[in-house]
């Protein structure tokens, strides 16, 4: 569209999730350096720094497998759409990425399902 070429979803995936990694850490750290495939910033400051720590909450909406992922390791809550029986398939993908202790959500039952 407009003579611009359009990512395929692999390139969109890897860019949303350097996206949410880049945030989380510029909330997280005083001077944020980065070097991704498509974001890189260099002695970035997020002033005045955010009330909650680590960093203000992230909600994050995913369907597929690799955003699930992105979502399990870097969300505070999921936000997904439709009736709780297609989303409990969604929602066992998702707990599968998530490890009990690690730094991601904690997998909890959908109401309804």
């Known amino acids: 569209m407009f003579g611009l070429s359009f990512p ?20 997280r750290e005083d001077t944020c350096l980065y070097e ?13 720094a955010a009330v909650q720590r680590p960093r203000p909450p992230f909600t994050l909406g ?4 690799r955003m699930l ?26 707990a599968g990425a998530c490890r009990p202790g690690s730094a991601g959500l904690l997998p909890a039952p959908l109401p309804g399902g």
């Open 8 to 27: 395929d979803t692999r390139e969109l995936v890897t860019r949303f999730r350097e996206a949410v990694e880049l945030i989380d850490r510029m909330f």
């Open 36 to 48: 991704g495939t498509y974001y890189q910033v260099r002695e970035v400051r997020n002033r005045p």
């Open 62 to 65: 995913a369907f597929g497998p």
């Open 69 to 94: 992922r992105i979502v399990a390791r870097y969300a505070d809550t999921w936000n997904a759409f439709g009736t709780p029986r297609p989303c409990s398939g969604v929602a066992a993908v998702g």
